[in-house]
């Protein structure tokens, strides 16, 4: 029987490319991000983990719920929206597709539409890419990325996340399970985007970031969920925060009864909030 043995929220922000880039003005700017993802990783091996799914933003889908179930995925990635970000990124992972096609199957069975892709032009995107250079450095734990439905409801996505669970159990690999996504996602204006590079676009969206990390770590999820469709709206929550939805969805919802530990430091980047943060299970 398989299980989830760490359930995460965690950046993926382009930044923390640049940050690894030696000799740049940019290196080391997100030393605190790569620690934190670096300290998930070993947290991840150190509960016997095999393999990582990954709910990511920045795979995006418009009908139905996608993953992608190759046998290993290889290649070279560059940044299509940030290009001068990110390029340059190698990576070469096995996949998990016995895990893809039970998620899908579960997801169809709770009556929504699900498919399990292997196409051998089908790659990862850097909300998937970034997390794992530092979580899975060597590539020995498998990697299954999973796309976010822009346009599904809260309650699909919770659904899905159930799914996601159910499908866990009914395999035999053991999974961290990390949704890749900002906190409050309001970019800057252009003409100002480059003072905001460690900074909210707002205080607003700021409080309310720091209000949601208060409810993680003090166990008031209940609290949270309720806020949670306002916060998405109000705080431009990246791809609607379906990997948020998703991963609660998927540790239970109103009965998860854990709490979040933050990683490290919570911090702003281009004008989003950025955190990592590992709840309890």
Not at 60 to 84: C, D, K, M, T, V
Request: hydrophobic share 40%; net charge negative.
């Amino acid at each position: 029987m398989g299980s989830i043995v760490l359930a995460a929220k965690i950046t993926h922000v382009p930044s923390i490319w640049l940050s690894l880039q030696t000799g740049t003005k940019h290196e080391g700017i997100r030393q605190n991000a790569v620690d934190g993802l670096t300290e998930l990783g070993r947290r991840a091996r150190e509960r016997g983990a095999d393999t990582f799914l990954v709910m990511d933003v920045h795979w995006q889908n418009n009908a139905g719920f996608h993953l992608n179930a190759r046998e290993r995925i290889a290649g070279s990635y560059a940044s299509h929206e940030l290009p001068h970000f990110i390029s340059g990124l190698g990576y070469d992972y096995r996949g998990a597709p016995d895990l893809a096609r039970l998620a899908a199957a579960e997801i169809r069975a709770s009556g929504l539409k699900a498919l399990a892709h292997d196409i051998p032009d089908l790659g990862f995107e850097y909300g998937t890419l970034v997390p794992m250079h530092l979580m899975n450095p060597g590539g020995d734990l498998a990697v299954l990325s999973m796309g976010v439905n822009i346009y599904a409801s809260l309650e699909e996505q919770r659904e899905v996340g159930r799914a996601l669970r159910r499908a866990i159990e009914a395999g035999d690999r053991r999974v961290a399970l990390l949704a890749s996504g900002s906190l409050s996602h309001e970019f800057p204006p252009n003409a100002i985007s480059e003072t905001r590079l460690n900074a909210h676009t707002n205080e607003f969206n700021r409080q309310v970031d720091l209000r949601v990390l208060e409810l993680w770590r003090e166990g008031r999820m209940a609290e949270f969920l309720a806020m949670l469709p306002e916060y998405a709206k109000r705080c431009h929550g990246e791809a609607g925060m379906g990997d948020t939805i998703m991963l609660f969805g998927a540790l239970g919802w109103e009965d998860y009864r854990g709490r979040g530990e933050l990683i490290g430091d919570f911090f702003g980047s281009t004008g989003t909030g950025q955190a990592n943060v590992d709840f309890s299970l």
